[in-house]
């Protein structure tokens, strides 16, 4: 396995070495007063180092390879930043490395400096082959810690969503209505189809469908048609009276349908079929469709869920599959399962971004209340956590999880996670 330079920063940075009297490969004496700061943007690794080479004081950058050539391979003898580098940090040292000027950049060899129970530990987490890198030993780790991971995913994943929502937001021109339609139309995709959806959500904004939301038969007409469902011959009358409604409605607003073969199907159960999600979100928009002041005033989970049943799907879908298409009576509603979906990342979203772009702290801790009260999503990857030993309590657990395995432990970047950090640290692990 090739060392992973993230292993090496962290090493440095908290002078995790096995012995206090340094020495440059050149014999220089070294002391090591400040290790400087973690620099996220380009150039050197470390900034504002403080170090004492052979008697002298130094102060500037410090830069850390797993391989000294890795200096040329980046170009850095090219780049007049890398001057002001007052020490070369390497595992192996297999080039000579000057500055532009052709000075010698002092260098400190990691290779016997590092506890081997701690290298065969990390080694142990990056070499594993299991979904995340700690699957064998997170059952282990401190409660405390994992709940401190756990707490500080879910936030990071609630900022992550924000962030991306004012996206959204400013495409919008701040209109928050449109904002949250689109934002519900792409998540009854419910991850499988959210392109087609918000594709959907596009053409058919919350004010046109607003025109029409006392008609059942004209909203279902806009979302089929435009979902490209009406297309063809149909036997059924329910398919023909749509198909003659969108005819009118398509002329009238210059519509143009979506390929039907962006919708997936494959490997679906008939309640999971997009044209049951459109059905059902032609429920939700008929009458009193949800909107950011209903949100507002849902002080409690049970007001939210009824917000988003909707009660009038058309029967057709009783028994039918798809246009024509006979099947198992199924149920209409959507689940609660769907429901808590639909508010973890619709609702929850919202309030969080809106208490922070209005200044509400209590709006904003109301969508992380949310979260603590629905119960813990179930999915492929929450899953694997949970057979690993891991307790998820909510929600705001599994979507701690799924902020975990996207940004950490899919790119094995253990060493910027508690958990990661105490196992390669921790004395009797493993």
């Not at 959907?200 to 059942?216: C, M, V």
């Not at 009824?306 to 509603?333: A, G, N, Q």
């Not at 701690?400 to 009797?428: E, F, P, S």
């Amino acid at each position: 396995m090739r060392l992973n330079e993230d292993f090496l920063h962290y090493i440095w940075q908290y002078r995790l070495l096995t012995r206090l009297d340094l020495y440059c490969t050149d014999g220089a004496k070294l002391e090591i007063i400040d290790t400087g700061s973690p620099n996220t943007h380009a150039g050197p690794d470390f900034s504002s180092a403080r170090l004492r080479i052979a008697g002298t004081l130094w102060a500037g950058n410090v830069e850390i390879h797993v391989k000294a050539s890795e200096w040329l391979l980046h170009h850095h003898q090219q780049d007049r930043l890398y001057d002001t580098v007052i020490l070369h940090v390497v595992y192996e040292d297999d080039a000579v490395i000057c500055r532009t000027d052709g000075s010698l950049i002092p260098v400190l060899l990691l290779k016997d400096l590092i506890p081997d129970d701690m290298l065969q530990r990390y080694r142990s987490l990056l070499d594993g082959r299991s979904f995340f890198p700690c699957a064998g030993q997170i059952s282990q780790a401190d409660p405390a810690i994992i709940r401190k991971v756990l707490d500080t995913m879910a936030a990071e994943r609630l900022a992550e969503k924000s962030a991306e929502l004012e996206v959204l937001m400013v495409k919008n021109k701040y209109n928050w209505n449109e904002t949250f339609h689109q934002l519900l139309i792409r998540n009854f995709g419910f991850k499988v189809n959210t392109i087609p959806f918000e594709l959907l959500a596009a053409e058919l904004p919350a004010t046109l469908l607003g025109r029409h939301r006392n008609q059942a038969l004209q909203i279902e007409a806009l979302l089929f048609g435009q979902a490209g469902f009406l297309e063809g011959d149909f036997v059924d009358s329910y398919p023909r009276q749509l198909q003659a409604e969108y005819v009118f409605l398509r002329k009238k607003y210059q519509l143009v349908p979506l390929d039907p073969s962006l919708w997936k199907f494959l490997r679906m159960h008939p309640q999971n079929f997009p044209v049951l999600r459109i059905a059902q979100l032609a429920g939700m928009l008929t009458g009193n469709t949800p909107a950011i002041p209903d949100i507002l005033a849902a002080g409690k989970l049970p007001s939210l869920i009824s917000l988003f049943t909707p009660v009038s799907v058309h029967p057709y879908w009783k028994d039918h599959s798809h246009f024509d298409k006979i099947c198992k009576p199924m149920e209409l509603r959507l689940g609660r399962k769907s429901v808590d979906i639909l508010i973890i990342n619709v609702v929850c979203v919202i309030l969080y971004h809106y208490g922070g772009y209005f200044g509400i702290p209590e709006i904003r801790q109301r969508s992380v209340s949310f979260l603590k009260s629905i119960p813990a999503e179930d999915n492929g990857v929450v899953r694997k956590y949970k057979a690993a030993g891991l307790k998820l309590k909510s929600a705001s657990d599994s979507q701690a999880i799924l902020q975990l395995h996207k940004n950490y432990c899919a790119t094995k970047k253990c060493l910027n996670c508690a958990v990661g950090i105490d196992i390669v640290t921790k004395r009797d692990s493993i």
